[in-house]
């Protein structure tokens, strides 16, 4: 956390004149790699991807596990978040606003196509063309030509030659090229575009692993993974492959590591949270990670709107005992929110102006309470809607506890079957109290967490949170000219958001891993997902 | 015709008795003949498990009608500081991983998990009857009819039409868990029911009375239905059990009753995740429903053999 | 009996086309937009959600949607899940998996529960009838999710008897346990039931005769009790192996077994038509033949059973 990520871009700028990412693979130290057979293969779990394996339309992470594997794009993410530059040479621009991208040499698909500059344009005006229908469309919304609702080319993009292309976007950002690590941005080859379909069953990737031959991925069971050849990029595996056995249950794939049928699983189940430590001496891990859980709080409901409503989220925020929640019901696997985004990220900070609503305070609590209730007295019951296959009762039970026994107010989790249950009250805007809400970074950066959430008319905006001066907030940081800017502004948008609370933060999701004694060098990256690569087998 | 038996006697005549055979075989016609139901009765109440299932029972329902007779401490008062806590004064069973105390817990969810037990128990077993006796009485149309109809509701997996009636219904409450657990689980007794009347009709018995012309309906309410019984008494006092349970499970999966109602399936369900550590948690809630299903199978077990006259003459 | 045989094939029909119609109503009723849902908390534009829900026909009435699906599934297609895989491939994997864990669940409680329940009833009030009502409590108060948890724990992690899960090829090794843990609840039925009916047809006129006629008593008890036992206990079966495929969703969660009981209910969670309405279908179809199979035992094991014409 200490290097600054953000940085460098901003270094570049300083030093140039130009804004430049210029690469820094050299820099990267590799630990000693000790004796590993670099033939093994390595099981770790997953689950079936829900889309076939295809960049664009891979968002969920059984299927993100395998498309960054299969695929390299322009450059990837160390364990800490910070980029690497793989196929890109340099990624720069004078203003922030056009991008001239230019490749390295000697890349190739696993199918000997060369990996060019169209291979990236094509790719990416695929995933964003709206008849495509690729649910990360909107990753491209920021390059010029795109459209919502109609087909329209990406005009920003354009191929100079084999090796380079612009990029226009729409306004400047200058963070831009932090993004496009994330697997969405991944060139694809000419054979991609004869037959979608048949691709996303056997996808051709220039990444660290290729699917070994047809019939690799087992549907519903496991996808078997080999080492390409023709991969020379920073993630050159010490292993021989990864067979990503799927599971429905994390409770079985616990089992299967305990049974030595599986080396690395990374996410342990609530009924080992006590026992994992034990279990694994000296081979689990727990850490922050970039998964931010909360409470939103819908504005439209009587008593929550107003000076009133201002007053009752503070109140609730300040009856929830986040530390004894995430000592005694995750065990430590969580860590207490002092932001809205995660320790993992360059620019989080645990000294918000505000913050201080996000510790138990019965005293204050209560206060504001009566406070409000001076307003308008509450009657009633406060719910908290959750989707209840997700394993979420045991810590929404105990927040409703909690504020219970602070406010002396009923309070009960409110189950919904499924999640698309509870998506569409919150789509209809027919909640009755606060819902669970969660955010996973797609890339590491303070504006992930927060422009999709709480920008006016966001996507995931649902609870329809909308202030003039978080948004003014959010675009004079996207616009910085440097990091600390940047940083400074993103962190006083959240100032913003902790006077109103749109949302209550709770905690960040720890990474939480164990494994097996017959592999080393288990290191879990700022995405919760094992560096599949640097695992060595003995 | 065995002609060797162990004492080598080849024949055997009785004795003569004292009595002469006209005073044994005479009808006291003073009296309205008993029915089958009559004589299970005076049956039943003169066998001990009887009234011991009876008591247990009694008791189960009054903790069910007023819990807070018998727990003092609010179910509902949880202090996560006593997370999965041993025995303290004032909580014998302990605390629940939300710190609840887990006896106060097991007293108040007497009620739900009885409702859901019993009324789906009863559902079941009163539809499955009807329904079962008269396919496998009538046979034909009626039987193909109702058995396939049967079939298209057994087919339809509970979690489905759980997760479908939930969403429609408003609230979830142990008596809608126990008419949709009802629904997908009729079909079971109907079967077993219509299997044992298939039996019974072909009885002796059956051909008398036909022969004697009574009628249909009185020969299936007389004589076949209770014939038919004891496997529906087996099967309904076993689900009793498995309803409360279901109940837990459909909780695990996440269409149960709401964490804002106590009941042992709830608290059994969210055992899962201590059970390696505090198994207490799970085990007493585990117990009541225990004891629970143990006084349903023992009184199912008396009504059985009452109902049975073979086994009630040997008494 | 031809006759009949031919005539319960002929009901199927209607039992056909009244599932898939109620199993798609049922789906159709699920709440929320399962296109929506499929994206977590990452919601793409509407536009995008818009077309997919077409492209399922997601965004017509009922009858319309139940008549596409019928339509293709009189020309041999069934679909496709929202992950874009032919339901019938998925079908292919699913079903053989499932099909050798409820055998042998069936096997078990089959063989062990009228063993066990025989015994009992037999000596009614011994301590072997206690043990095994003992043993029946237990399996019916503690749920198979938890029942499963320990005996993967016992068995798989500290005794390293059996492998913890069971592998995507589903060898018949590998299931017994899960098999066990799948079986145990209608065990606990079965024992129950043969006890009941051994200890009535006990004393049963025919077992009276069949005694004072001199038989040994081991051919008493087969020939005599227990086939005459054995009507409500096939009756159980028969109706059991539905359970057994379609809720084996915790057993199979838990040993990580790609089934029907799993694969099903992941399509009702997704609100995936298609998928749910022809598993179901195939499910109706076993079931009833299992049912006839049953009716036809019936008649075997019981000579006052005949069916009409």
């Known amino acids: 956390m200490k290097i600054n990520r953000l940085g460098i871009v901003a270094i570049s700028l300083a030093a140039m004149g130009a804004l430049t990412l210029s690469g820094c693979a050299a820099g990267t130290e590799k630990a000693a790699a000790p004796k590993g057979d670099s033939k093994a293969i390595i099981t770790t779990n997953g689950s079936e991807p829900q889309n076939p394996l295809i960049p664009t339309n891979t968002a969920e992470t059984g299927g993100g596990k395998v498309v960054t594997s299969v695929f390299a794009g322009l450059v990837s993410y160390t364990a800490k978040g910070e980029l690497e530059n793989e196929v890109a040479k340099s990624i720069e621009s004078d203003d922030a606003q056009n991008w001239t991208v230019t490749l390295e040499d000697g890349w190739k698909f696993s199918n000997d196509e060369p990996v060019t500059a169209k291979s990236f344009v094509d790719a990416w005006n695929y995933g964003a063309l709206f008849s495509n229908a690729q649910g990360s469309s909107y990753f491209f919304d920021d390059i010029a030509g795109f459209s919502y609702d109609a087909d329209s080319e990406l005009t920003g993009l354009k191929v100079v030659d084999e090796k380079t292309f612009t990029v226009e976007l729409v306004a400047p950002e200058a963070d831009w090229p932090l993004r496009l690590g994330y697997s969405a941005y991944s060139p694809l080859p000419e054979v991609a575009f004869e ?28 996808i078997d993974l080999v080492t390409n050849p023709a991969y020379d990029g920073v993630r050159k595996p010490a292993n021989g492959g990864l067979s990503i056995v799927f599971y429905d249950s994390q409770d079985a794939a616990y089992a299967d590591v305990q049974g030595g049928n599986l080396d690395v699983l990374d996410a342990i189940p609530d009924a080992a949270f006590e026992t994992y430590e034990s279990d694994f001496p000296e081979r689990s891990v727990n850490q922050p990670a970039a998964v931010f859980q909360a409470l939103n709080m819908p504005y439209y409901l009587e008593h929550w709107s107003g000076k009133e409503g201002e007053l009752r989220r503070a109140a609730i925020s300040m009856s929830i005992n986040r530390d004894e929640i995430t000592d005694v019901i995750f065990q430590g696997t969580r860590t207490p929110a002092t932001d809205f985004t995660s320790p993992v990220i360059d620019g989080y900070s645990d000294k918000l102006k505000g913050a201080d609503v996000l510790e138990y305070n019965k005293k204050e609590a209560k206060k504001l309470w009566a406070e409000a209730d001076a307003i308008a007295p509450y009657t009633g019951t406060f719910d908290i809607a959750y989707n209840s296959d997700g394993g979420h009762q045991a810590w929404v039970d105990a927040v409703a506890n909690s504020i219970k026994n602070t406010l002396g107010i009923k309070a009960v989790g409110k189950a919904y079957p499924t999640f698309a249950a509870a998506l569409d009250d919150r789509d209809a805007k027919k909640l009755t109290g606060a819902t669970r809400a969660g955010w996973q970074a797609d890339y590491p950066s303070l504006f992930n967490f927060l422009a999709p959430l709480y920008q006016t008319g966001a996507g995931s905006n649902k609870e329809g949170y909308s202030s003039k001066e978080f948004d003014r907030l959010l675009k004079e940081g996207a616009a910085a000219s440097s990091v600390e800017e940047a940083t400074a502004k993103y962190q006083e948008a959240q100032e913003v958001l902790l006077k109103d609370l749109p949302t209550l933060p709770l905690w960040y999701s720890n990474v939480t891993g164990v494994w097996a004694e017959t592999v080393d060098n288990v290191v879990f990256g700022w995405d919760s997902v094992p560096m599949y690569t640097d695992i060595t087998k003995k | 015709m065995p002609s060797n038996s162990p004492s080598g006697q080849t024949h055997y005549v009785a004795e003569l008795e004292d009595t002469p055979v006209a005073a044994v075989d005479r009808l006291d016609e003073s009296q309205k003949a008993r029915s089958t139901w009559a004589d299970a009765w005076d049956s039943m109440r003169r066998r001990p498990s009887f009234w011991i299932s009876s008591v247990l029972i009694l008791l189960i329902v009054v903790v069910a009608l007023f819990p807070s007779l018998f727990a003092q401490t609010a179910p509902d008062a949880c202090d996560l500081g006593n997370s999965n806590d041993g025995p303290a004064a004032g909580h014998p069973l302990g605390f629940t991983r939300q710190g609840c105390d887990v006896y106060s817990r097991i007293v108040f969810g007497t009620q739900a998990s009885i409702t859901v037990g019993l009324l789906a128990t009863m559902l079941v077993t009163l539809f499955g009857v009807i329904i079962g006796a008269l396919a496998g009485f009538y046979g034909g149309l009626l039987d193909a009819l109702v058995s396939r109809i049967g079939d298209i509701f057994f087919a339809v997996p509970t979690v489905l039409g759980a997760i479908v009636l939930m969403s429609v219904l408003p609230v979830r409450t142990p008596v809608t868990i126990a008419v949709v657990l009802s629904i997908f689980a009729w079909p079971q007794i109907a079967r077993i029911m219509r299997g044992a009347v298939l039996s ?116 | 009996m031809l006759w009949y045989t031919g005539k319960r094939l002929l009901q199927m029909i209607p039992v056909f086309f009244g599932a898939t119609f109620l199993i798609y109503f049922m789906v159709f009723s699920l709440p929320g937009d399962p296109i929506a849902a499929l994206y977590g908390d990452r919601t793409p534009s509407p536009g995008v959600i ?214 099903v209910y992941k399509a009702i969670k997704l609100g995936e038509g298609p998928t749910v309405v022809s598993f179901i279908a195939v499910m109706v179809v076993i079931f009833v033949l299992a049912n006839l199979l049953v009716d036809l035992l019936y008649a075997a094991l019981d000579p006052r059973i005949r069916y009409a014409k």
């Open chain 1, 195 to 222: 037959d979608m379909a048949a691709f996303g069953e056997n996808p051709i990737g220039n990444g660290p692993y290729m699917l070994k031959g047809e019939g690799a991925w087992e549907h519903d069971v496991k």
């Open chain 2, 200 to 315: 019974a009709r072909n009885s002796d018995y059956v051909t008398a009375s036909i022969a004697l012309g009574v009628s249909n309906s009185k020969i299936l309410l007389r004589h076949v239905i209770p014939n038919s019984l004891a496997p529906v008494i087996v099967i309904a006092t076993v689900s009793l059990g498995t309803f409360i349970v279901a109940e837990a499970t459909l909780s695990f999966l996440g269409i149960g009753l709401g964490s804002d109602v106590m009941s042992w399936g709830n608290d059994i369900g969210q055992a899962q995740t201590s059970i390696r550590t505090s198994p207490q948690v799970l085990l007493y809630p585990a117990a009541a429903l225990s004891i629970t299903v143990l006084s349903f199978l023992m009184l199912g077990d008396v009504l059985r053999d009452a109902l049975d006259p073979a086994a009630r003459a040997r008494r």
């Open chain 3, 50 to 263: 818009a077309q997919i829900r077409a492209q399922y026909y997601l965004d017509q009435p009922l009858l319309v949607q139940y008549f596409h699906y019928m339509v293709g599934f009189f020309q041999g297609d069934l679909g496709t899940t929202y992950s874009g895989r032919p339901v019938s491939e998925v079908m292919a994997s699913a079903f053989p998996v499932t099909a050798r864990l409820a055998m042998l669940a069936l096997i078990f409680e089959a063989f062990a529960g009228v063993l066990v329940g025989l015994i009992a009833g037999l000596r009614k009030g011994k301590l072997f009838d206690a043990s095994a009502l003992v043993v029946s409590l237990l399996l019916i108060s503690v749920p198979t999710f938890v029942i499963g948890f320990v005996l993967q724990f016992v068995f798989g992690v500290q005794l390293g008897w059996a492998r913890t899960t069971v592998s995507g090829e589903a060898p018949l090794n590998e299931l017994i346990l899960p098999a066990l843990v799948l079986a145990s609840v209608s065990f606990a039925y079965i024992v129950r039931l043969t006890r009941a009916s051994v200890s009535d047809n006990l004393n049963a006129d025919f077992v009276r005769t069949a005694t004072a006629k001199g038989l040994s008593r081991p051919r008493v008890v087969t020939v005599h009790v227990l086939r005459n036992s054995l009507v409500p206990v096939v009756t159980f079966l028969g109706v059991d192996l539905g359970s057994l495929m379609v809720g084996a969703i915790v057993t199979e969660g838990i040993f990580n077994i790609n089934g029907v009981g799993g694969t």
